[in-house]
């Protein structure tokens, strides 16, 4: 049963710079692409990184995706946070059986 | 540009079956996997299962199996999920989420519906 597990919360200054983990439970994290959500409250999900560590268009470049083989596990990371960056983030990829896997979701408080 | 809008919200009893509508517009709506994933109060999102609006094939997650239900209309560009035997914690706000790339059946949701909050009490 694959699972990602992502940090409850995380807070940081404006300005500064986060990353979110999101960790593969079996198997490994790099045989599906790993997505991320951005959700604000109230509002569906956007997209903010596909594929690992592709930016779709109109999202800002302080936002970028990573893969760390050695831990399995992907990283989202927002430099020169802004408030308008305060927002839930979700990491998604799928497990063998082409089944979609959330991860739990990130708070990101900007303080 | 690319749009789909969901139904309206419902409020549905214990035992009953409830069925959402996600009609999409602005790209050849067969070219494109529909998934729908749901999200309880203030919980996390929930991946439910994908629909192929070309050539009708779907498949659910394990705990859906046997009271969900996905079907699509091609002449109104329009997919369904329907869900029976609801119980309180079927009370969620519901996404349906197109796939890219076209044809991909597990790729990354690039367009999201607005979300239907389906509400399950007695």
């Known amino acids: 049963n694959f699972v990602l597990t992502q940090p409850h919360s995380v807070s940081e200054s404006p300005g500064k710079t986060v990353t979110i983990s999101c960790t593969g439970s079996s198997g490994s994290i790099v045989n599906n692409y790993v997505q991320w959500y951005q959700q604000r409250p109230g509002g569906a999900p956007t997209m903010v990184i596909y594929?690992?560590?592709?930016?779709p268009s109109g999202v800002p470049d302080r936002f970028s995706g990573s893969i760390d083989r050695s831990s399995n596990s992907a990283s989202l990371t927002i430099s020169g946070l802004k408030t308008e960056d305060e927002a839930d983030y979700f990491c998604?990829?799928?497990?063998?059986?082409?089944?979609?896997?959330f991860g739990g979701g990130t708070k990101l408080t900007v303080l | 540009q690319v749009q789909l809008v969901q139904s309206g919200a419902e409020v549905k009893k214990p035992g009953a079956s409830v069925k959402v509508s996600c009609k999409a517009s602005g790209y050849t709506f067969t070219d494109y996997y529909i998934h729908w994933v749901r999200q309880a109060p203030g919980q996390g999102l929930e991946w439910m299962g994908w629909i192929n609006p070309h050539g009708r094939g779907t498949n659910s997650a394990q705990k859906f199996q046997g009271r969900v239900s996905m079907t699509r209309d091609t002449s109104i560009s329009t997919v369904f999920l329907e869900l029976s035997r609801l119980t309180s914690d079927d009370t969620a706000v519901y996404y349906c989420?197109?796939?890219?790339?076209?044809?991909?059946?597990?790729?990354?949701?690039?367009?999201w519906g607005q979300g239907t909050l389906i509400t399950v009490s007695s």
């Open positions: 989420a197109r796939v890219g790339p076209a044809g991909a059946v597990g790729g990354f949701f690039d367009n």
């Open positions: 998604q990829s799928y497990n063998s059986g082409n089944e979609g896997v």
């Open positions: 594929e690992d560590d592709r930016r």
